[in-house]
């Protein structure tokens, strides 16, 4: 059985996903903990300074970004490698450089008192009030400028190796057949989304380079000012769409598991190919939706902004999910924990973009978007969205490569997960619905029992992950190491 259900790849590249799914794992989780202990002092049952509690917001924020994008590259790598030939060295590179980054950042936030939030918004790194100094800001801004480096490295390579393979972007973008000059499907959906990422993510990634480093420049030399109003619409080109991408790269594990699981393929066909041109773009130009109170932008981008938020992530998510539904319906699929994670991925992204789109309306978004309704909005997206895609793919492995078999107690892990965040999303929401400040660490009175539920479900989220994490650490030594297996025996891989 579970030898359909493998992927024929180089062992060593199965291996290799390992040790950056590990370093993931430790952060959400380690970030876990910090959201609790915000949570316990919005709702004053512990009581972190105000100081502290921005540290911890900045950490959290930064540190559950950047493992969310560390265990969804590994994902599109890991079966990106069967359509093209990567270089494992470049994915080692990418891997050390990040963790430099994040040593930086450690030490920005810890040595240096850095907490100008992951969004380290101009002019906040400078002028601190006194809080942080140069250096704190300099290591920050300097920690991010190496992970967008590494993480740049390693979607070059990603673009390489397809154009290499396949001749340019618009081919694998199906465009051939969207024209119809060729017939038939596009390219393998992996081979699809990862075009995509490569696209929205190389773009924003220079956007974030240029406004970090004009940041950088601004900090040791005042009289260099940026207009505050372009480096907002940088800085936001790069959170928005790299933290967005996300889902596009982690939805990877979809097209390539659930068809395994039923045995049936899951083709690219016209709808598909539309749905990721269209979100290609509509990704690159949803962000003006954290400039809705921005009153100096241009109206007509402010509206542009909302109409494109609303279809943005759309296209692809409808035929993601109906791809999903179509492939199981009476597929007689035999449901195992990973799979079921998969599957309710899709369902936490959809649940997670209604929230969304109720706050890129500008009317709304004028009363809610500083409430704790935005990180409602996007803790679901991430918490049962990408995350749970990650957790999918990481059981998947321990199952298929680490020879775990599912016990009553992963099934308990996987509906514990869910209500957790669920509860834990709700409580957010709630508190917006209630018109608590999002980022504030002092709570009125009135606020503070939502905050106490809100951490009671985030404990409860933080000791499921803890004991999900517990059974991928027992059975990911083995990962690569089965080879008995003639399908095993890759062809796709160099270096
Ligand atoms: C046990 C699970 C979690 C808990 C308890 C938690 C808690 C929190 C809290 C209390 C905040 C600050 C809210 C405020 O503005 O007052 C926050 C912000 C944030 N969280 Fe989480 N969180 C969890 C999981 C996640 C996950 C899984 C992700 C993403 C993968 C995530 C990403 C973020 C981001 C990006 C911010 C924004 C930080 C900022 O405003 O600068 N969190 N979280
Ligand atoms: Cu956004």
Redesign the pocket.
Known sequence: MTNTLRVAINPNTKKSVVFPLIISGAV?LL??IA??L??LS?GNLIKLDTIMFYKV??L??TG??GA?ILAVSAIMWYFLSQYVPLKRSVFHLYIILFLIGVTMILIAIFGYDFAG???FLYPLPAISGGVWGKTGAALYLGGMLVIGTSFLIFLLETARAIIKKYGSFSTTLGWPQLLGKKEGFGPPPTVVAATMVCIVDITALIAGASILLMSLINLYTPSFTIDPLLAKNLTFAFGHVLANSTIYMGVIAVYELLPRYTGRAWKSNKIFLIAWNLSTILTLSAYPHHLLMDYAMPKWVLILGQVLSYINGIPVLVVTAFGALMIIYRSGIKWDVASTFLYLSIFGWVIGVIPAIVDATIVINEVMHNT?WV?GH??MY??MG??AMILGFMYYLTRVEGGRTDSKFDQFIFWMYFLAFLG?TYSFLFSGKTSAP???AEHLPEWTPVDIVAAFF?FF??VIFLLFFFRFINYSSKIGKNISNTEDIGTSTHG
Do not use: D, E
């Open positions: 959400l970030m876990m959201g609790v915000m949570l919005q917001m900045t959290h924020g559950m970004i969310s939030s992951w969004t704790k990180p996007f803790h991430m918490g990408v995350c834990l999002r980022r504030w985030g989220a933080m």
